[in-house]
């Protein structure tokens, strides 16, 4: 049973505009949100986290935003560029099983920036 | 520089050829983890290593060993590889924050990735 899902295996945006990236949950014992971006050929690489008792985080042109009743969350980069075409990766700490070693991962969603 | 190193990186072998993935950080981070990454199914963790000689099941473990004999290394072993280990594969590392809830969310340090084709 998937406990964080990723639904859209692919997003495509024009550079300059908005990326929104979704990502959505059924475990309400998650603590902590991360997003991790991957280019082909390298591992992945930590973006941003959210911890569940806050709603909003931002790092620049990356937010996340968590909407806990709802057990969803969102990457928005705004402006999208072109070097932001990566897999992103949604993932999420479960506390209930021992804590900071359990990160469950989801499929990931390839964001295609278009010059 | 910090890192995750992985070797090796890529690799075809041939079915019950037993093989080891190496894999080494420089950070002295207390906690390892090795996962793998196949189309359609997302990262999923195999083993993992909370410090030296202490190690656990992931989500994945079957057909794979692991040993923590010193904080750097964390190898991958594969006794017996079978086609359905064809995978891409990382290692990964970080300090343990701690296991309260709230206390921080660990920010994990992934090596490159080890490609592996068993025929």
């Known amino acids: 049973d998937q406990q964080v899902k990723q639904n859209s295996p692919s997003l495509s945006v024009q550079e300059g505009r908005i990326s929104i990236l979704n990502c959505d949950y059924t475990?309400?014992?998650?603590?902590?949100f991360l997003w991790y971006k991957k280019y082909p050929a390298e591992g992945p690489t930590f973006l941003i986290s959210?911890?569940?008792?806050?709603d909003k985080n931002e790092d620049g042109r990356f937010t996340v935003f968590l909407n806990k009743s709802a057990k969803h969350l969102s990457l928005h980069i705004v402006p999208s560029q072109p070097g932001d075409s990566a897999v992103y990766f949604c993932?999420?700490?479960?506390?209930?099983?021992?804590?900071?070693?359990?990160?469950?991962f989801g499929k990931g969603t390839k964001l295609t920036v278009n010059p | 520089e910090a890192q995750v190193t992985q070797n090796p990186r890529y690799l075809i072998t041939v079915t019950g050829k037993k093989l080891t993935v190496t894999c080494s950080q420089n950070?002295?981070?207390?906690?390892m983890s090795w996962y793998r990454q196949d189309p359609g199914l997302g990262l999923r963790q195999i083993y993992y290593?909370?410090?030296?000689?202490?190690?656990d099941k992931g989500d994945v473990p079957e057909g794979y060993k692991v040993s923590r004999k010193e904080k750097r290394n964390f190898p991958l072993i594969l006794e017996s590889p079978s086609p359905n280990q064809t995978s891409l594969y990382f290692c990964?590392?970080?300090?343990?924050?701690?296991?309260?809830?709230?206390?921080?969310?660990?920010?994990?340090?992934f090596g490159a990735g080890s490609r592996l084709t068993v025929l």
């Open positions: 990964a590392s970080s300090f343990l924050i701690g296991t309260g809830r709230f206390a921080g969310a660990n920010v994990l340090t």
């Open positions: 475990n309400s014992m998650f603590d902590y």
């Open positions: 959210i911890s569940s008792i806050k």
């Open positions: 993932a999420a700490r479960d506390f209930a099983q021992g804590g900071s070693e359990k990160l469950v």
């Open positions: 950070m002295n981070h207390e906690y």
């Open positions: 290593s909370m410090n030296v000689e202490v190690t």
